[in-house]
């Protein structure tokens, strides 16, 4: 069943972007205000170049842009690529809330039998 108009591919890295803890986190900050990468390492405990690859991860999956300035790289949040996961699991809780009617329906239908 297709759930989206978007590929597979385009699913498979949102949802493996998203399933890190730093990389929620990155995008919850980058959401509020603009970052340096440099800015973002600060925040964690990892190298910088462990930040610039989960930002790569994050752009990849178009949860964030990336913009030189200078020296440095600017990243921030794309509130439309957030926006796409929200639909998309709206999808799926579309799918299941339509399985478990069915489901009382079915039981409904069988409890009406024992009359």
Do not use: C, P
């Amino acid at each position: 069943m297709v759930v989206n108009q978007q590929s597979e591919d385009d699913v498979d890295r949102l949802f493996r972007a998203l399933a890190d803890a730093t990389r929620r986190d990155i995008v919850t900050r980058v959401l509020v205000a603009e970052f340096s990468v440099s800015g973002l390492a600060e925040h964690y405990a990892m190298s910088f170049a462990a930040v610039q690859k989960h930002v790569a991860v994050l752009e990849r999956a178009h949860l964030v842009t990336k913009e030189k300035r200078g020296r440095e790289q600017i990243v921030r949040g794309r509130v439309d690529g957030v926006q796409r996961a929200r639909r998309l699991l709206d999808d799926y809780e579309g799918i299941w809330r339509r399985r478990v009617d069915r489901i009382g329906d079915i039981l409904a239908e069988g409890a009406g039998d024992d009359d």
